[in-house]
């Protein structure tokens, strides 16, 4: 019963109807005019002048007049650059894969002529997957940014630079160079440190408008399934190879008993359900009030590679800690694959870059505007002493919302382990016990029967329909339970020994 | 169709068919369909015609690969595949990862479905020969290599399908303007530049260790940039030439640049903390110089770096004839300073400043140091 129960579940999901709402238009943005015939966008950001700054594999980059829908080559030769900040019209500050380096034209010919190091102070094994993802700036002005681990797939260069370390070597994905799957911190002093531990491939920090921080993460060995991480200084987020690097821990990582790793973690903030919300999260950008995206201020936009998707994140903070909700928001065709790269244009429109990279994605430059009238979505999920409390963005027909069966909540957990990925673990339908619809029908409470720490709630809402008729646009939000309103209960390790012949390789 | 219908029809049915014990072929092909285009399924990649996407994702339909019994496919459905492969007589670089979302039993379907589907004629594969693998298979990705020693083709398939080194054309003939790349290259640490100079010069200059490896003139620049710069970033840039000037080091032999193109080594010959042989040594100064960045001058490479508290800049350019390349060196402040040059039989190396020594050493004066050039021309272009 149990295999045709998660049968048909996988056969739910496809026919889940997400959708962008009506209220949005998705444009292409011509490519740019690159030598090499190759359109992945790894780097997205304005300039204050209004131009568009987009990064290329092949190392170039380039500006765009909207105005004039024209094309400059700003810079070329960069080594993979993964991530851009404008400073000035004439100033960017680019991760590449060797450096943190600062990208300006000097002379006032539109061409970048000075390439200055802002910081090297971390170390390449030449591993392919030690990628160097997305510069953000605080605003006292330090930068962090984040290092990917080296992968299994791949040994390391014959010449490394910085200490080599063997104690980060084994394991599936690996931090044999310094500080690989940390984010870093560049102070305002010059000094580089490494900020978080824990991180495989954390392909975009962003900040909430409160300047909290943020990482996702990517599925894999250590990570159950994708992550968004609040990134605090010296927290260590489960992704053992990196910990090579911390001070004062001894042994190896990846030979680490997991329950002592499991209690030095610190949990996600939102957890991206494999599979069906997300397999490989990009970039997150807080909607700014500048932002024209409907009533959604203040939450973040997370992007997808794998299908045409970027989700909004809700959290709040519960027991001191953030947690909270996700839901794709822009969703399916004509939005493309491998979103990785978004920032806000002059005009509160949202451009975004696609990328691939030899994984599922897609490439290309889209812009999404919206037309100012109000999708019908579900503009935030909160937790409650007994359920969560939905508001929506217009009032929902009250005969639908009243129905346990709109409701079809279930839970599970992922478990930490150093196998790829895991299975959901003790996946369990919830039973509704009551449904409260406010006055103006734009909230109701879900009361749930049990609420569980520690597990995702997600829930599909069926047929859900606002007053006036329109459908919800997208119906499928996960809300990652770690904390309660009252009386947590300790936190469980949630691990899986691995079996000694699912360990990884060692010699 | 709607998708409420459909899910009604499909609970139906699939009530009906669990109950029996030998499900029909259609009933198998039926199942193997729904979930080979199932959210975070193969159908994600390989589409659903089964063509998958020109240039990225190889085809399942008419594939090769499913042919000779279904051990090999069940291999990289279960493990995944990384590095590049022939499918069909085309080339593919992009990595599979394994396929966790199903248990025996279905993959067992969506194989039988792969195996059966637009037009593909192979046999029906059972949730046993899944649960074997799944227990037997060492749990690395496969490379086409481990894969292939594990399965290979039959001569009749060999040829059209297997692995394959990329080779690509170069994109550069002739160099009219500077070309400056940060890649991979060999003998250098992650952090080099390959510049490409008017008149076909080229050299790999390492930001590791802020310094000169090697230059060549023949052969052509690098090739598979296209590969590096839309593949994951792994390939290691190759070039055909010999160096006519390689700088020695103490921690690097005679490795060939094939040697010092792997990637798959356990741990390195060297990391660059280890690296004590700095080409510029300054009175009175013992430590390893950092990187600080570089401008171009006229397109022009000028790298610069620092050394306790002298900053050296070095532009590397050609001289007028366009025979060999002028490294240009200021210190400053200045002070008295040795350049060590690796003199070699396929070099001549001149110097406009201090005194040579045939160990190749430089000799500078404190006045010398503020500005000083070498000129290193292949042997074979000037007589």
């Known amino acids: 019963m149990k295999s045709f129960f998660t049968f048909i579940f996988i056969f739910w999901t496809t026919s889940m109807p997400g959708a962008t709402a009506p209220q949005y238009s998705v444009t292409n943005i011509p490519a740019p005019p690159t030598k090499y015939k190759n359109f992945q966008i790894d780097g997205l950001t304005f300039l204050p002048n209004g131009k568009l700054v987009v990064c290329l594999p092949s190392g170039e980059i380039f500006f765009r007049d909207l105005k004039t829908e024209s094309w400059e080559l700003f810079a070329e030769g960069l080594h993979n650059p993964l991530g851009v900040i404008a400073l000035s019209n004439s100033e960017l500050i680019v991760t590449q894969r060797p450096e943190l380096t600062r990208v300006r034209d000097t002379d006032g010919d539109g061409k970048a002529d000075d390439f200055a190091v802002i910081t090297d102070h971390f170390g390449m094994s030449g591993n392919y997957h030690e990628f160097n993802f997305t510069p953000v700036r605080d605003k006292q002005g330090n930068y962090f940014f984040a290092l990917g681990t080296g992968s299994r797939g791949d040994g390391v260069r014959t010449i490394t630079r910085g200490t080599f370390n063997e104690r980060g070597r084994p394991g599936r994905m690996h931090s044999s160079a310094p500080y690989r799957g940390c984010i870093m911190k560049l102070t305002t002093e010059g000094k580089t440190i490494p900020w978080s531990y824990g991180h495989r491939t954390p392909n975009g920090l962003g900040f909430d408008l409160n300047g909290n921080l943020f990482v996702t993460d990517n599925q894999g060995d250590w990570v159950g399934s994708s992550k968004l991480f609040h990134v605090q200084k010296d927290h260590f987020y489960g992704h053992a190879a990196s910990l090579a690097w911390k001070e004062g821990f001894e042994g190896t990582p990846v030979d680490t008993p997991v329950e002592k790793l499991a209690k030095m973690r610190s949990r996600a903030c939102v957890v991206f359900p494999h599979g069906t919300m997300a397999n490989s999260p990009t970039k997150v950008l807080a909607i700014t009030p500048r932002a024209k995206m409907g009533p959604f201020t203040g939450q973040l936009l997370v992007g997808e590679m794998n299908r045409p998707r970027i989700m909004r994140v809700m959290l709040e903070k519960v027991g001191g800690e953030l947690q909270g909700a996700c839901v794709p928001f822009f969703d399916g065709s004509p939005l493309g694959r491998g979103c990785n790269r978004m920032d806000w244009a002059p005009d509160g429109s949202l451009f975004v870059g696609q990328t691939k990279h030899t994984w599922a994605g897609g490439e290309g430059i889209q812009q999404i505007s919206w037309n100012g009238k109000t999708p019908f979505e579900i503009q935030n999920m909160e937790l409650q002493e007994k359920g969560f409390k939905f508001t929506f963005t217009k009032p929902v027909n009250r005969e639908i919302g009243a129905k346990k069966e709109t409701w079809p909540f279930s839970r599970y957990f992922y478990e930490y382990r150093e196998a790829y990925g895991s299975p959901r673990s003790d996946e369990t339908k919830v039973e509704i016990s009551a449904i409260h619809i406010s006055k103006d029908a734009k909230t109701i409470e879900v009361e749930l029967a049990e609420l569980k720490a520690w597990h995702i709630h997600e829930v599909t809402v069926q047929n859900l329909t606002s007053s006036s008729g329109d459908k919800l646009s997208n119906n499928y939000i996960v809300y990652t339970l770690n904390r309660l309103l009252k009386n947590t209960p300790p936190e469980p390790l949630q691990i899986k020994v691995a079996s000694k012949d699912s360990k990884g390789k060692k010699s | ?383």
């Open chain 2, 1 to 383: 169709m709607n998708p409420h219908l459909s899910f009604f029809l499909f609970l139906l049915l699939s009530g009906v068919c669990s109950s029996l014990s030998a499900e029909s072929r259609d009933e198998i092909l039926r199942k193997g369909k729904e979930l080979y285009n199932g959210a975070g399924s193969c159908v994600a990649c390989h589409m659903a015609d089964g063509k998958g996407q020109k240039g990225n994702i190889p085809p399942l339909a008419g594939s090769d690969w499913l042919k000779e019994g279904s051990d090999r496919s069940i291999a990289i459905s279960l493990r995944g595949l990384a590095g590049p492969i022939q499918v069909n007589g085309k080339k593919y670089y992009a990595a599979m990862p394994p396929q966790l979302l199903f248990d025996d039993e279905k993959l067992a379907y969506i194989l039988s479905y792969v195996n059966n589907a637009w037009g593909n004629q192979e046999d029906l594969v059972s949730k046993e020969e899944v649960a074997k693998a799944r227990r037997e298979l060492s749990q690395d990705v496969f490379t086409p290599q481990t894969l292939l020693k594990k399965f290979p083709f039959d001569k009749k398939y060999s040829k059209k399908n297997g692995t394959f080194t990329p080779t690509f054309d170069d994109t550069l003939t002739e160099i009219t303007r500077p070309v400056i790349y940060r890649t991979f290259m060999p003998g250098a640490s992650p952090a080099a530049f390959a510049v490409a100079l008017p008149g076909n010069h080229y050299f790999c200059w390492d930001a590791g260790e802020c310094r000169l490896r090697y230059v060549w003139t023949k052969g052509g620049f690098i090739k598979s940039n296209q590969a590096h710069w839309s593949s994951n970033g792994k390939p290691v840039a190759e070039f055909n030439g010999t160096p006519y000037y390689r700088a020695r080091t103490t921690l690097l032999e005679d490795e060939s640049f094939d040697e010092l193109s792997k990637t798959n080594m356990q741990k390195p010959i060297y990391d660059t903390s280890q690296a004590d042989d700095f080409p510029i040594r300054l009175k009175g100064l013992k430590e390893t110089p950092s990187f600080l960045g570089y401008q171009l001058v006229e397109g022009y490479p000028k790298f610069r770096y620092s050394l306790g508290e002298h900053t050296i800049t070095e532009l590397i350019g050609m001289n007028d004839k366009k025979t060999g390349i002028v490294r240009t060196f200021t210190i400053s402040p200045p002070t008295e300073a040795v350049l060590q040059l690796t003199p070699s039989a396929f070099a001549s190396i001149n110097c406009d400043q201090g005194k040579s020594k045939p160990d190749g050493k430089l000799l500078l004066s404190a006045k010398d140091s503020s500005h000083f050039s070498v000129l290193i021309t292949p042997v074979e272009e000037t007589n």
